[in-house]
């Protein structure tokens, strides 16, 4: 005998509602905890359940996620008494079109050098190795992003000032871009908010790296930055350093490029 009390159509059990939308029980649970979206309704059996306001609300909060919003601002946006569904609609229309427009740059852009270490290198295979260690994958990058990029100007570039570096340099460069790493991984578990004095400091020093290469605007860094979200490899090499550093450094470089010069 089913001792639950059947809901009506309109109205969805937390079970329902997680598989509905794609995301976990325990992901609509701490959503609750937080009052970011609740069940609205109790069976007469004292069951909570999702009406379909509560649905609505729930998928206008996946789609800030999506677009990089954290929780407590997705919160404030929702909970805004000034912002009808249609001007969450159209706010949500804009920020996922931004996105694509980003998306599709760096589809384009030359992001060339993979991370600086992919494109121009003039060391040895074993040199590269003994360099960057024996997970260095660069003959597979370089080949790739030659033939993406190989007839841009930046590759160009990216291969004149690569030619110039020696074996120290990429020894330096290595450190460097170690330090950063680590100190990145640093900033995200101490909370260090994206766009923050300390975020913003940690997104000009990865610029400064890539510049070793290659001129890197600010709206070349997000599409870098998008590509790290983008491509498996990438984010592996970030979440390995430190599980979700590959999406903190996107956030972190979209949020410095956004601040006022």
Known sequence: MNDETPVRDAEL???ATARLIGVSVRTLHHWDQVG??????????????YTAPDIERLHRVLTYREVGFELQQIRSLLDDPDADAMVHLRRQRRLIDERIARLQQMATAVDTMMEAKTMGIQLTPQEQREVFGDDWLGDEYEAEAQERWGGTDAWKQSEQRAARYTKDDWRRIKTETDALEADLAAAMADGAPAGGERANALAERHRAGIE?????????????????IADERFRKHYDDVAPGLAQYLRDVILANAEAPA
């Open 212 to 228: 070793q290469f290659y001129d890197c605007s600010h709206e070349m860094q997000c599409c870098l930055a998008e590509m790290y």
């Open 36 to 49: 970011l979206a609740s069940p609205g309704a109790r069976t007469a059996a004292g069951y909570r359940v």
């Open 13 to 15: 059990t937390v079970g």
